[in-house]
């Protein structure tokens, strides 16, 4: 099983700030790796898919990168409603895994 | 616009049968993979398993042999039937629409809903 290590647990940063979360997988998993973002009593919506395409509807403010094992979800000028928990989530071996988590608090 | 919607008891005693249905509309179920995934309160997400229209089916091994998921095409839905449920299996559960591909990501989700294992 892929497990997905993100970092940092949470990261409290100012609106108009920028965010960066990371997301490393115990083994290659090409580009093959999605963002989430979840907010409190809400389903996750996917953000990001194949390292770093948006998904309809996602603002250019989110944006993906990296290969490998390595990734990154940046948000740029964050918004009050940015604050919520994200997800990483790998495709490329079964079972289908998810990182645990970065919270962002917006201040 | 793609719709999920999931539906099932929100309590279940320990060593009974956890049994959950999601109704897709907007879309049809014959044409891609569906998902269920969970996630225990205050915790992260777990993959269950997932259903193709024509019976394929694909589960996460840390349930080993207690989930089955099932396809009902003529009501658009798919489901869910976890058996001798413990506490450890309290989780909002989340269906959610896959790929045409087996292995993909999930958008959009269900709501999801709240089950809680106790006597």
């Known amino acids: 099983e892929i497990v997905l290590t993100q970092s940092p647990a949470t990261l409290s940063l100012s609106p108009g700030e920028r965010a960066t979360l990371s997301c490393r997988a115990s083994?290659?998993?090409?580009?093959?790796l999605a963002w989430y973002q979840q907010k409190p009593g809400q389903a996750p919506r996917l953000l990001i898919y194949d390292a770093s395409n948006r998904a309809t509807g996602i603002p250019a403010r989110f944006s993906g990168s990296g290969s490998g094992t390595d990734f990154t979800l940046t948000i740029i000028s964050l918004e009050p409603e940015d604050s919520a928990v994200y997800y990483c989530?790998?495709?490329?071996?079964?079972?289908?895994?998810f990182g645990q988590g970065t919270r962002l608090e917006i201040k | 616009q793609v719709l999920l919607q999931e539906s099932g008891p929100g309590l279940v005693k320990p060593s009974e049968t956890l049994s959950l249905t999601c109704t897709i509309s907007?879309?049809?179920?014959?044409?891609?993979?569906w998902s269920w995934i969970r996630q225990p309160p205050g915790k992260g997400l777990e993959w269950i398993g997932y259903?193709?229209?024509?019976?394929?089916?694909k589960s996460n091994p840390s349930l080993k042999s207690r989930v089955t998921i099932s396809v009902d095409t003529s009501k658009n839905q798919f489901s869910l039937k976890l058996t001798s449920v413990t506490a450890a299996d309290t989780a909002v559960y989340y269906c959610?629409?896959?790929?045409?591909?087996?292995?993909?990501?999930?958008?959009?989700w269900g709501h999801g809903t709240l089950v809680t294992v106790s006597s």
């Open positions: 907007g879309e049809s179920i014959s044409t891609y993979y």
């Open positions: 083994q290659s998993v090409s580009n093959y």
């Open positions: 259903i193709y229209h024509s019976g394929d089916t």
């Open positions: 989530q790998q495709r490329i071996n079964w079972p289908i895994t």
């Open positions: 959610a629409k896959g790929s045409a591909t087996g292995t993909s990501w999930f958008a959009p």
